[in-house]
């Protein structure tokens, strides 16, 4: 049976310890709602608790068995942009690449190309849109007078704003999903600087399918 990708992205907002987690992820490469686990921080009181010890977790299982295959869901604390996310997973199978472009809600998008080539499509499809947008703003503008004329010019510019903005190259990407790594692949990204975590199953798994990524949105002020 031929194999297809569904992805379900959930918004949410889950605030704790500084932590959001904005959106959830189901990766199910093949028709079934089998549940395998979960990645990413636990929403409350105890997040960075989590993520200490699913740091210790990967360094100790990558002590024991470095050259062991396994998959992880990297959560960055800043937004990165495309070309250093590229030169980071040089030679690893990136699947997935959770992202915010400018005046757009987080989205995940499943990697069937590399994700140059990935990113600059969406960012073409999205610049399409506000392109379509802006039109429709410049002629409700022409009619509009006192408050309304305000909020048109407002949204206008933002959406211009946002068109500069919309780029393959962009400071956009929060998250990735690896698989057919090895830990100490993974363990190494874990040491850099851009990275808060790499969540990794336990018992480790080469893949991802089945399970539900909730990586963590960097705050917009970081």
Same mark, same amino acid.
């Given at each position: 049976?031929?194999?297809?990708? %569904?992805? *379900? ?6 605030? +704790?310890?500084?932590?959001? +987690? ?20 636990? $929403?409350?009181?105890? #997040?960075?608790? %989590? ?10 299982? !990558? ?11 990297? /959560?960055?604390? *800043? ?30 998008? !499943?990697? #069937? ?11 073409? @499809? ?6 379509? @947008? ?14 309304? *004329?305000?909020?048109?010019?407002? /949204? ?11 780029? +393959?190259?962009? #400071? ?8 057919? !790594? ?9 040491? *850099? ?8 199953? #336990?018992?480790?798994?080469? /893949? ?6 909730? $990586?963590?949105? $960097?705050?917009?002020?970081?």
């Amino acid at each position: 049976m031929k194999k297809t990708s %569904h992805l *379900r992205l959930q918004a949410f907002a889950a605030v +704790a310890v500084g932590l959001v +987690a904005a959106s959830m992820l189901s990766l199910d490469r093949e028709d079934t709602t089998r549940i395998a686990g979960r990645l990413g921080p636990t $929403p409350g009181p105890n #997040s960075m608790g %989590h993520v200490q010890a699913k740091q210790s977790y990967l360094q100790r299982i !990558a002590r024991a068995d470095p050259e062991k295959v396994g998959a992880g869901l990297v /959560s960055f604390d *800043r937004f990165v942009a495309t070309p250093d996310v590229t030169r980071m997973v040089t030679g690893l199978k990136t699947t997935v690449v959770f992202v915010v472009f400018p005046e757009s809600e987080p989205e995940a998008i !499943a990697l #069937s190309k590399p994700l140059t080539e990935t990113m600059t499509t969406r960012a073409k @499809e999205l610049a399409d849109v506000v392109r379509a @947008e802006i039109v429709s703003l410049e002629a409700q503008l022409r009619d509009a007078q006192g408050a309304e *004329r305000e909020t048109l010019a407002d /949204s206008l510019e933002r959406r211009r704003q946002a068109l500069d903005g919309l780029n +393959a190259d962009c #400071s956009c990407i929060y998250a990735i999903g690896l698989e057919e !790594a090895t830990l100490a692949q993974l363990a190494a990204l874990q040491g *850099r600087d851009e990275v808060l975590l790499v969540d990794v199953p #336990s018992p480790v798994t080469t /893949s991802l399918d089945g399970w539900h990524l909730t $990586p963590i949105l $960097p705050s917009q002020a970081s």
